[in-house]
């Protein structure tokens, strides 16, 4: 069974192995505490609880929430919902950004987890659309998009940029 979880204290060993193997940016999915040792990284799961009200964030920043995605025991996938848009955001990243683990991958894990992230941040979504920035090479993150209803709103040199309206 896939569910998403917020970061939390309670899994910190499972989440510190998940994110101990992500780079720090694969296809423009940040990892911003790349590298972190495990003996630092309660600090990392504290900023991650953070995010979630705004606290200690860099200026600018809006709040976010870290789910982990998890397939019973494990976690296979990290997702990040920004909770609103701001200028930079509307313009690049957008809302959503997800990551999921090599070993995991082309099981259908980021369609079927962002088709839950949609479900568990429809009440909190701030505009009417999501908007999700992929590079344009990157197929399987854009298929995971249209996979969930979305449709490409426009796209420049590098990105697509997508958008999924919110369902009521
Ligand atoms: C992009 C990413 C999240 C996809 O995760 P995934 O769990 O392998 O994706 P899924 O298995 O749900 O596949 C989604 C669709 O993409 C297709 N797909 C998967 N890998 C693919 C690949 N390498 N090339 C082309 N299509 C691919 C799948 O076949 C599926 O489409 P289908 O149902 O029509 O067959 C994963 O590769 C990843 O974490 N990449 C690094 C981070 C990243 O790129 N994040 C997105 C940018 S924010």
């Known amino acids: 069974m896939l569910y998403l979880m917020q970061a939390n204290y309670k899994d910190i060993v499972k989440e510190y192995a ?3 193997k992500m780079p720090y940016d694969e296809n423009g999915f940040i990892y911003e505490w790349h590298g972190t040792k495990r003996e630092d990284f309660e600090d ?25 995605l998890w397939r019973g025991e494990n976690i296979v ?17 957008g809302h959503i950004g997800y990551y999921i683990g090599q070993e995991y991958r082309g099981k259908g894990y ?4 962002l088709r839950l992230l949609l479900e568990e941040t429809k009440e909190s979504l701030v ?14 993150s854009q298929k995971t998009v249209l996979k969930n ?5 426009h796209s420049d040199d590098s990105n697509v940029y997508l958008r999924i309206k919110k369902v009521h």
């Open 18 to 20: 998940f994110t101990d």
């Open 44 to 68: 990392v799961i504290g900023k991650m609880i953070d995010a979630r009200s705004g606290i200690g964030l860099p200026k600018g920043y809006v709040p976010e929430t870290f789910y982990f």
């Open 77 to 93: 996938g990290m997702f990040r919902f920004r909770h609103y848009l701001c200028q930079s955001l509307e313009n690049g990243a």
């Open 110 to 113: 980021a369609a079927k987890g």
């Open 127 to 140: 505009e009417d659309e999501y908007y999700i920035r992929a590079h344009k090479n990157n197929i399987a």
């Open 149 to 153: 209803g979305g449709y490409i709103h």
